[in-house]
Nanobody, 121 residues
């Protein structure tokens, strides 16, 4: 059983910073990428940032220059440093991982439970 456990959400004023963490645990053979998505009520979940095992990053245009994704491969943990936060960044942030649980497995996608980020104006 693979679990993604997120932490670090909360309430912050506009211009402030938060750091989200997501730790993957369980029977994991290899992780191909980990990332963060976000969702507000009534809207589709959107990609915020992803980081592949090879180090390639991808960011939502509106967060470029403000958010930074990083990873601790040894701990199967991904981080999202969010600076210069804006009220429009308010959302539930979900951790996502694509991984294999054994060598000949297919790639599987897992989601965390979500953590609320609220930015007040």
């Amino acid at each position: 059983q693979v679990q993604l456990v997120e932490s670090g959400g909360g309430l912050v004023q506009a211009g402030g910073s938060l750091r989200l963490s997501c730790a993957a645990s369980g029977s994991i053979f290899s992780i191909y990428y980990m990332g963060w998505y976000r969702q507000v009520p009534g809207k589709q979940r959107e990609l915020v940032a992803t980081l592949t095992s090879g180090g390639t990053t991808n960011y939502l245009d509106s967060v470029k220059g403000r958010f930074t994704i990083s990873r601790d491969n040894a701990e199967n943990t991904v981080f999202l440093q969010m600076n210069s936060l804006k009220p429009e960044d308010t959302a539930v942030y979900y951790c996502n991982a694509v991984l294999k649980i054994f060598a000949t497995d297919v790639q599987r996608r897992y989601w965390g439970q979500g953590t609320q980020v609220t930015v007040s104006s």
